[in-house]
């Protein structure tokens, strides 16, 4: 299993572009999520999705969509890209049930400018 | 409004002691935690988590304690090696409910 694969790694965007960030998870599982983290800060939920066809917005959604088309994708698109937006991204995912485990990609640097 | 608090930054600790990372919380609705560990460039990954129908919760080297009245559970690392250098992310969510929330994290280093 690959677990949660995030790509791109880096990417450096204007102020204005906009950019999909992918997510791709082969667990079978059925919630994923994507977070932000600024320097010095904790992980913020930006959006989830409890199963396909199905998000929701997190505490920081604001800028930014999703879809959830299949179980395995789960694509974050920023439209319009600002300043305010750079920061590393997490994919996550999790099982139905009594673990609540989460578990991560590796990460996407995204720098605005 | 921050729910999940971990008010050290950062942690020196020496190699072969133990280290202890805390963690704070206001709602007290919350009744599972977890902690994730971090390395530079990584995603964070699991570590080890308590019901609150529990105190604590011991795997290997790592104990997690949970103080409900005080809202408040704390991270041993007994004894402490080099590679738990790293950040460390304490969790909390509601039984039932899909979000976590979490603490600001907590660097910790361990010096030979």
């Known amino acids: 299993n690959a677990g949660v694969t995030q790509t791109p790694k880096f990417r450096i965007l204007k102020i204005g572009q906009s950019m999909t960030l992918q997510c791709t998870q082969d667990?079978?599982?059925?919630?994923m999520y994507w977070y932000r983290q600024d320097p010095g800060m904790g992980l913020k939920l930006i959006y989830y999705?409890?199963?396909?066809?199905?998000?929701d917005k997190g505490e920081v959604p604001n800028g930014y969509n999703v879809s959830r088309s299949t179980t395995e994708d789960f694509p974050l698109r920023l439209e319009l890209a600002a300043p305010s937006q750079t920061s590393v991204y997490f994919c996550?995912?999790?099982?139905?049930?009594?673990?609540?485990?989460?578990?991560f990609g590796p990460g996407t640097r995204l720098t605005v400018t | 409004d921050q729910q999940v608090k971990q008010n050290s930054p950062s942690l020196s600790v020496q190699e072969g002691r133990i280290s202890i990372l805390n963690c704070d919380y206001t709602?007290?609705?919350?009744?599972?935690f977890l902690w994730y560990k971090k390395y530079p460039a990584e995603g964070p990954t699991f570590l080890i988590s308590?019901?609150?129908?529990?105190d604590k919760n011991e795997d290997g080297r790592f104990t997690v304690f949970l103080n409900k009245s005080a809202k408040h559970l704390s991270l041993h690392i007994v004894p402490s090696q080099p590679g738990d250098s790293a950040v460390y992310f304490c969790?909390?969510?509601?039984?039932?409910?899909?979000?976590?929330?979490f603490g600001q994290g907590t660097r910790l280093t361990i010096n030979p």
């Open positions: 996550a995912s999790r099982n139905r049930g009594r673990s609540y485990e989460q578990y």
């Open positions: 667990m079978n599982h059925n919630y």
């Open positions: 999705s409890v199963g396909a066809g199905i998000t």
């Open positions: 709602n007290s609705m919350f009744d599972y």
């Open positions: 308590i019901s609150s129908i529990k």
């Open positions: 969790a909390a969510i509601i039984q039932g409910a899909q979000k976590l929330v």
